[in-house]
C-alpha cells in the first residue's frame, strides 16, 4: 500500500508542477497582452518610442513562455504576430 500512497504522491506532485506551469504561462500572456494594450496606448498619444520599449518588454515575456500547449502556443503566437505588425 505505500508503494501506491508514493506513486500518487509523485503523480500528483508532477500534475500539480504541470498545473503550475500552465498558471505561470499564462501569466506570463496575460502580462504581455497588457503591456500591447499599453503600448497602443502611447502609440495613440504620440509617444513612439514609449511605445517601443513597451512592445520590446511584451515581447521578452512571451519569449519565457515553455509549453506543449496548443492554446497557449497559439495564443503566444497570436501575440508575437500582434507585436511584429505594430513594430
Known amino acids: ?3 501506491k500512497k508514493e506513486n500518487v504522491t509523485k503523480k500528483e506532485k508532477k500534475q500539480k ?3 503550475k506551469k500552465a498558471f505561470s504561462n499564462q501569466k506570463l500572456l496575460d ?10 496606448e502611447l502609440w495613440n498619444r504620440g509617444e513612439i518610442d514609449m511605445a517601443l ?11 519565457k513562455i515553455k509549453t506543449d500547449d496548443p492554446d497557449i502556443i ?3 503566437d497570436d501575440l508575437r504576430i500582434t507585436i ?3 513594430i
Open 1 to 3: 500500500k505505500k508503494v
Open 31 to 40: 502580462s504581455a497582452l497588457e503591456l500591447c494594450q499599453t503600448a497602443n
Open 74 to 76: 497559439q495564443q503566444r
Open 17 to 19: 508542477s504541470t498545473e
Open 84 to 86: 511584429a505588425r505594430r
Open 53 to 63: 520599449e513597451t512592445l520590446d518588454q511584451a515581447y521578452s515575456l512571451i519569449l
